[in-house]
């Protein structure tokens, strides 16, 4: 295996919950509620039922891991892929800027799924949840902008993070941890032609993800054997899935650098790509006191990527369209001042006002933005006002972003309306679950999270 | 869509069986024999108990669909799993050379898992498995020798034929059969990477193949949709995975080429790609009356994928990768004859005469062989003798190709020795199944096929 590769699974076989810093375990569990909160707000919405129907058809009718959205219980695998076809679906989960890769949707449904079975503890949980995310981010680094060109990122490296994280709660030693990253590595899927026709494979993707991810870390466990150089081998996920791979990204400061804590929030509900122009709008409205009749054009100065995620849609048919939508978001932000789930669900698709906006708003590549990709993802809007003046404003670091965090009372706030959202738990239910997880370390039976 | 997509998924809905020519129905009763052979020879080897003990945990306890080689029962996804790790394990399921796909071994094992599950009839069975090899395969063509080179084709292409053989089991229409190739689609992995390191990952390629076909197939016939151009799309299987990819491939000569019975059966128990090669040498060495004692060395002269599979092959460390060793091919043949599978799991690693021939071995690239790779796989052989002589033989269709093909006593006799060897079955049962599989079209409960 090559040096990286070694460096990598050294250190995850070698961490140890003692070595974390406070802060990283408490960001860790603010990313757990905001995970599950995510989880729980697609309850009844399409197409997580049939994930559901699914597991009861193909799985055993009872089992030590729990289906987040209808309470059942099943085996770890089916709650993997369920709660793992969850977690996205609202575009609410967190999402880490230079890896383009959303880590909760894939870690946390595998590692609690693997922890329910085997029994262990919130601690363990934790710890492990933290190994997929440094893994992950890392591989996601690695496989660089041209794999995220044709690749949902979420998908493929994210088989690798689920793999990573149920490994470490299954205690692996460095051998076992080559023979995972070999495992889980070969199995990454998921490209994103699904787009353009608003169909329904990003739940397959990170169900599948979380899932596969699971199934080779049982599998490795129990000793099957896979490639020891699947990531820079020459027959590997980079030579098939990449041409600017950097391999000096795996072992980017093991140790000292705690890539999790470099996860950003989402707080507007839709595609990460259009929350930095979102924020510009925002502040450039409120600096200037404009309402949105009086925009008469909108260009969003963005990054390669964001043209090659939301360039597809023009006008959405659906609302999972709409947050792929820039011109729908802002026209959300410019209406209503927000685009939460509730402005998505009542008013994205319906109000005329927010379509005309819509129309107003283009994108536009900007070198500036697109350098600073994806270590940073810049804001930058151009108005031009009714009234014929031209407005700028730029916002260096989005809400949610590590540098612009959401503190435990605004990621408590965003979980309780996602939960009223999908009326999936009661209000005291949600506090229940808000307190169980600022414990979660105290834990010793994760049984209780459901 | 694109034009070729619609053509292929046209065809596919309106397959019908009373289309279907006696002797295409004929091969694929074949192929089901042979199939099934291959699955049953795995029982005991690792990492076969690996998968079984993984579907026991995940899966429910009992169920519709066979387990072949412990003859336990599990649901539809459990059996497609297993069946699909066991049946490439010896490497003596089918090969069709100009897609480089092996189809039996994803296409069957989903496809029989789901008529036990849905009650499907011999016939149902027959005409989607028809479906499966015959989109398979031309997606194998159009991802081209590209994919091949990094991609294990049977892996990724495989997702997508073992889908659609279920599709047309569940009766899909054409829309449905969009939506069921972009769901597989998205699914398609597997590295070529593990051969160097002789890892486990043939084993869970071809049963997450099966498996992830049959998920892909079970969800869109729930209404799950996926991306309508997955094959031709800018951001496609063929984007993401080929750079010389020929959707003109796709529907090539829909209904009247059955490219199913283009499909060659293995002779011999090693990679596809020692088989030209081996049988070369077989001749000239029986041409010339030559034993091994009297070469000096050998050149075969083979196209570029066979360099590109067997090349990490030099000392084999286990018995699958003597398989890959054309050396250790060749030297069964020249010492002992053949290379069956109980030559290679006697011989292949412990023969000194076996290993000093392999030295005697090289490989080198052939202008005309690699022309007419992938469609046609020539034989060349140079040998140049201990007293002097350079000898040359040619063969242009291995044993077992369609000009070159296995009659029925030939694959009864296959058949029977696979069983033999793993201990699968007694002769008596192995005879029961024979003429169990020659019956097929008149079977309607397909449980008794365990």
Chains 1, 2 share one sequence.
Not at 380 to 386: D, N
């Amino acid at each position: 295996m090559s040096e990286h590769t070694r460096q990598l699974t050294a250190f995850l076989a070698d961490l140890a919950y003692e070595d974390v810093p406070e802060a990283v375990l408490a960001r860790t569990e603010d990313l757990f509620l905001d995970w599950l909160g995510s989880a729980l707000a697609s309850q009844g919405s399409h197409p997580i039922p049939l994930f559901e129907r699914y597991a009861q058809k193909m799985g055993p009718a009872s089992g030590p891991a729990n289906i987040l959205v209808n309470g059942s219980r099943s085996s770890a695998y089916f709650a993997a892929l369920v709660n793992g076809a969850s977690s996205h679906l609202v575009e609410q989960d967190d999402l880490h800027n230079s890896s383009v890769l959303h880590p909760a949707t894939v870690v946390f449904p595998a590692v609690l799924a693997a922890a329910q079975d085997r029994g262990k503890s919130g601690r363990a949980l934790l710890l492990a949840a933290l190994a997929g995310y440094e893994a992950g981010i890392r591989v996601g680094e690695f496989m660089g902008r041209s794999h995220y060109r044709i690749f949902h990122t979420t998908a493929t490296v994210g088989t690798l993070a689920a793999a990573v994280a149920v490994g470490k709660l299954l205690e692996f030693d460095q051998e076992q941890f080559v023979n995972l990253l070999g495992n889980a590595g070969t199995q990454a899927a998921g490209l994103w032609e699904f787009l353009r026709d608003a169909a329904d494979s990003k739940q397959l993707h990170t169900a599948k993800a979380a899932a596969d991810g699971l199934l080779a870390a049982y599998l490795t466990e129990d000793g099957l054997t896979g490639a020891r150089n699947i990531l820079e081998g020459e027959q590997g996920i980079a030579a098939g899935m990449s041409s600017d791979a950097d391999p000096s990204k795996l072992s980017d400061r093991l140790g000292s650098r705690w890539a999790l804590v470099e996860t950003s929030f989402k707080f507007h509900a839709s595609c990460r790509h259009t929350h930095p122009a979102a924020d510009a709008l925002l502040q450039l409205m409120q600096r200037e006191g404009l309402s949105h009749e009086q925009i008469e054009q909108v260009t969003t100065r963005v990054h390669q990527s964001a043209i090659d995620v939301l360039g597809r849609v023009v006008v959405p048919q659906t609302v999972h369209q709409a947050k792929f939508s820039m011109g729908t978001v802002l026209g959300l932000i410019a209406v209503h001042g927000k685009a939460q789930l509730t402005e998505f669900h009542t008013l994205a698709l319906t109000d005329p006002n927010v379509s005309a906006f819509r129309e107003k708003v283009s994108m536009q590549l900007d070198p500036e933005v697109d350098g600073a990709y994806p270590a940073r993802w810049l804001g930058r809007v151009e108005v031009t006002t009714t009234d014929g003046r031209r407005l700028a404003a730029a916002i260096d670091e989005p809400k949610g972003d590590p540098g612009n965090t959401l503190s435990r009372p605004e990621l408590e706030d965003k979980f309780r309306r996602l939960l009223a959202f999908a009326g999936a738990r009661s209000p005291e239910q949600a506090d229940e679950l808000i307190a169980l997880v600022w414990r979660l370390r105290e834990l010793d039976d994760l049984g209780v999270l459901a």
